[in-house]
Nanobody, 125 residues
Framework: QVQLAESGGGSVLPGASLRLSCAAS????????IGWFRQAPGKERECVAV????????YIADSVKGRFTVSRDNAKKTAFLQMDSLNPGDTAVYYC??????????????????WGPGTQVTVSS
């Protein structure tokens, strides 16, 4: 089973960019879609992006469309979430996750079985 760890979070000003990375261990990374989720204080965890196992299909939530992009490098066992034009509404803990089943493409939080510990993103002036 794959294990995941996020990096790249931080505190930035509105309008700035961040690139989150999701590094995987194990030999099965390339067979799993990777989802990016975020959870703000007092709010439910929401899916903001998913990239399929091959990297040629992606989902981007309407709330971040046009500002966030998702990608992956299977050779490096890493997925990325590029976040541009950040605003205070993007403040949250960001998680990457893998679905319970390989090759499965889903935006449902309950379908994900492996989660990273999360990385904090704070956007404030």
């Amino acid at each position: 089973q794959v294990q995941l760890a996020e990096s790249g979070g931080g505190s930035v000003l509105p309008g700035a960019s961040l690139r989150l990375s999701c590094a995987a261990s194990g030999d099965t990374f390339s067979t799993y879609a990777i989802g990016w989720f975020r959870q703000a204080p007092g709010k439910e965890r929401e899916c903001v992006a998913v990239v399929n196992w091959k990297g040629d299909n992606a989902y981007i939530a309407d709330s971040v469309k046009g500002r966030f992009t998702v990608s992956r490098d299977n050779a490096k066992k890493t997925a990325f979430l590029q976040m541009d034009s950040l605003n205070p509404g993007d403040t949250a803990v960001y998680y990457c996750a893998a679905p319970k089943s390989p090759l499965f493409f889903t935006i449902l939080t309950t379908s994900y079985g492996t989660w990273g510990p999360g990385t904090q993103v704070t956007v404030s002036s």
